[in-house]
């Protein structure tokens, strides 16, 4: 199974930008990225290519913004790239593709069953369609998408786009590719995971997988796996997605640890909603730098709908009458 060409991969929100102690290095492509932020504004259907912000020495204010960051794959992407082109060629191929861009614009629009043809329509998609810059954006806000259909939408979607089966097989191949020594593969396969253990594909094996990548050297990795966390959304992706949130020493990774449990994947209301306490005692905890401690207060607000402001007192104080 090779590594399909992916401008997009992860687009889901962010917490703004990061302050001292960044691991972004200067000169390392940064991964894509879009975010919705948190006064969860549309994604503008992910049209906007997004440019990536980074200032040293001080915490941005979060912003609103919409797109996606190109990076650079392997040799073994390329090729898939140069395959990809060629099935483009064919007027069947083309048809495809117009329909399954079409079909996922009209769910991200809220059309009536648009996510039922969605699902009766995406297995004859597959190793027809190509992550297109179209197709990518529209997943992009799919995934964004208030409606968790959508969601689910985008993620059989995407795994149709990648040629991916849904099958036990399918997680061999990938948990092989998520141990790669080429790192843009290491990154899509753990995205790959999180989509296949979304739809019920091996999904305990593939948390497994995932919380084992947590603990690798590289923070970029662990990002990655929490990413593929979000996406799988049971309730046992919950406890270490709070243990990276508190205890990584990357912000990167605290940081879409937070956002993971807010807002960003496909952890449901109510299962996020569980979070709270522990969220709110990471709001008091002296131990957790000024970063940290505001994506709490910030996360606390996505998941209640609430507008405290950042203090601990309020938010026990709101707590204590639910």
Known sequence: MGVPSDPRLQPTPDYGTLGPGSDLRSGQPVRPQASRGFTVIAVLAGALLAL?????GSLQECWDRAGQFLITLSQQTRITKSQSSARRLSSQDQSMQREAEASLEAAIAKSPDAN???????????????????????????LNSSDYRVRESAIDVDLAAYNVTRTPASVNSVIQQANSSNHSTRIWALWTLGLLG???????????????????????????????????????????????????????????????LAQSGMLRPEQRRTAIPTILAYTEDSSLDYATRAWAFHALRDITGENLPDNSNAWRDWYSHQ
Do not use: Y
């Open 198 to 260: 979304n739809r019920g594909i091996e999904t305990d094996r593939v948390v497994e997988t995932l919380v084992a990548h947590l603990h690798d050297s590289d923070p970029d990795v662990r990002r990655w796996a929490i990413e593929g966390l979000a996406l799988v959304g049971t309730d046992v992706t919950i406890a270490p997605l709070l243990k990276a949130f508190h205890h990584d020493p990357s912000p990167m990774v605290r940081e879409r640890a937070a956002c993971s």
């Open 52 to 56: 990536p912000v980074l200032k040293v």
């Open 116 to 142: 039922e043809r969605i699902a009766a329509e995406v297995g004859s998609w597959r190793g027809h369609i190509s992550l297109t810059q179209n197709l990518s954006a529209r997943i992009t806000a799919a």
